[in-house]
């Protein structure tokens, strides 16, 4: 067996106990086991990565956001210990997105391997890539306030709606991720237009990609004033962050979907 299939499997047994663990009774033990499944599905997925080229394709592109949103998620939990019990809806999340990744890898698509990388490139691409993990954070954030919301509303109650946090403590975790978002988006579209210079003596081309990029980084912007100016919370905010999601995923893998899919 090799490397890379160890590392896969232990990324998805790993993930899926992190989803069980997260759904168990708060208690000290407990959360040991939930933080130390997570510990261990960020080092496989680490792993993984450093077992493959690094290439351009979808998976890698999957894979790279795996790894983003589980550092968004390391960060958020620093600051925010009590919204581990997220991991109930991040776990799925992961999971099907690494099940993507192994599906991605069986089909022909642009294989290119990425061996020279400027620094403007580089930083461009990290900085993208954490900018989408910070957004995932967010959107599962409003998922679960969502949700949370609709129980209460309908006086129903499941494992799921109890054990997610406190509607005021997701929310805070929500605006986290968005302005983690579009301060690491900022940084991104500004190595972009360095490494467009470098490359190309002009500052910027006007592409799919570009554009969703920039509406992307309006549309976090505006929602970021509608909550701290006029006090947007909720629903509203939970869909309109759900929707920068949507945005920032046809920007990013959505673009590689098309490419080795779509169009191979």
């Not at 022909?108 to 580089?122: E, S």
């Not at 605006?175 to 190595?191: D, K, P, R, S, Y």
């Not at 505006?222 to 949507?246: D, E, N, P, S």
Request: glycine fraction near 10%; aromatic fraction near 8%; proline fraction near 3%.
């Amino acid at each position: 067996m090799t490397h890379t299939a160890i590392s896969t499997i232990i990324v998805l047994a790993s993930l899926l106990a992190f989803s069980g663990l997260s759904l168990k009774t708060p208690g000290p033990h407990e959360r040991t086991r939930c933080m130390a499944t997570f510990v261990v599905a960020i080092v496989a997925t680490i792993y993984w990565i450093a077992n493959r080229d690094w290439g351009l394709g979808l998976s890698t592109a999957l894979l790279a956001s795996i790894l983003a949103t589980q550092i968004a998620f390391a960060v958020a939990l620093i600051r925010t210990p009590d919204i581990l019990p997220l991991g109930s809806l991040l776990g799925p999340y992961l999971l099907i997105v690494a099940g993507m990744v192994v599906w991605a890898d069986t089909i022909p698509g642009d294989n290119a391997v990425l061996t020279d990388i400027g620094g403007w490139l580089g930083a461009h691409m990290g900085a993208a890539i954490m900018s989408y993990g910070f957004v995932t954070l967010g959107a599962i954030a409003s998922g679960a306030i969502i949700l949370r919301e609709r129980a209460l509303k309908q006086r129903k109650r499941s494992l799921l709606t109890d054990r997610l946090p406190s509607i005021s403590t997701t929310e805070n975790t929500e605006i986290f991720g968005l302005t983690a978002a579009e301060i690491v988006l900022g940084l991104a579209i500004l190595f972009g237009i360095g490494a467009e210079y470098a490359a190309s003596g002009t500052f910027f081309q006007v592409t799919h990609k570009s554009l969703l990029t920039l509406i992307t980084f309006a549309i976090i912007g505006l929602l970021l004033c509608l909550h701290f100016l006029k006090g947007v919370r909720g629903r509203l905010a939970a869909r309109l962050c759900l929707t920068v999601y949507l945005l920032i995923s046809l920007s990013y893998p959505g673009v590689k979907f098309v490419g080795d899919v779509l169009l191979s």
